[in-house]
């Protein structure tokens, strides 16, 4: 069994009625290094012997603490950890490293990580409902790539995921973005995966679209939504269009906005009334 060094300390925040967060450090084992998280926990969280879990991802160049700065409403992470009576984890990961585990790279490990690290040690330190049936993971951009990947992958750990304007295909031939910014994203995929990726079907498992067979098999609650503005709107649809040929329940929501902290913040509170729906207490 795997064994953490784990820092623990409570920091100031700001509270939506008891809610509090503790960032802890991780070690990590399978990259030799300590990663960040907060842990949300809500004002009922002492008097319970147990609560469900739901990992809340940040994206492409963010940080564990993006859900609690960046949002336009301030501590709404807080309130729903209090509204839905869950406890709420947001991990730190490397920048634009999508939640995979790289086969050239010891530094991007992250899904060793988030599965068979991360979650073990909040199920040992937190009163949490250690099943998957009170376990759900969500995510924005990066995140939601994550968040779908991770879940198809892993399907004995969570019962429902989601995406917000989630890299569905790492595909940058795809995004609407400049040609050197889709240029240097091709170069960090290369670099993490090999000189020989290939982008074309039938796609890669390290990515999103290459996993839906998995994803008809496992049976997971899945919901993913995307603004018609932002950027990664067609990996979206391709996605959603692959669910539908082979039959895979899913929720698919297009909506006003970007790829913006407001359209992520809007977002939050109907990822989190999906998730309630699938989670067991």
Request: glycine share 8%; aromatic share 10%; with cysteine.
């Amino acid at each position: 069994m795997k064994k953490f060094l784990v820092l623990a300390f409570l920091i100031p925040s700001i509270a939506f009625a008891q809610a509090k967060v503790d960032t802890i450090e991780v070690f990590s084992e399978a990259m030799n290094k300590t990663l960040k998280a907060a842990v949300i926990t809500p004002s009922t969280y002492d008097e319970t012997t147990g609560l469900p879990t739901l990992y809340l991802l940040h994206g492409g160049s963010g940080a564990f603490s993006d859900w609690h700065q960046k949002v336009t409403e301030p501590g709404i992470v807080n309130r729903m950890a209090e509204e839905y009576n869950l406890i709420i984890v947001t991990p730190g990961v490397g920048p634009s490293s999508y939640y995979y585990d790289s086969p050239l790279m010891d530094s991007v490990q992250y899904e060793t990580y988030l599965t068979a690290e991360l979650i073990p040690h909040i199920d040992k330190t937190y009163r949490t409902l250690n099943r998957k049936e009170s376990r759900a993971i969500t995510g924005l951009s990066m995140g939601g790539h994550g968040a779908i990947v991770l879940s198809a992958k892993h399907p004995e750990l969570f019962i429902a995921a989601t995406s917000m304007s989630g890299v569905m295909n790492i595909d940058t031939r795809l995004w609407k973005v400049p040609e050197d910014f889709s240029q240097l994203r091709q170069s960090q995929q290369k670099e993490m995966l090999g000189d020989n990726l290939v982008y074309d079907a039938p796609f890669s498992t390290y990515t999103a679209v290459g996993l839906v067979d998995k994803m008809r098999k496992n049976g997971i609650a899945l919901y993913m939504d995307c603004g018609v503005e932002d950027f990664l709107l067609e990996t979206n649809r391709q996605m959603h269009q692959l669910l539908l040929e082979n039959g895979t329940p899913h929720d698919y929501t297009e909506r006003p906005g970007g790829h913006t902290w407001g359209y992520w913040t809007d977002a939050l509170p109907f990822h989190l009334l999906f998730v309630d729906k699938h989670l067991k207490r």
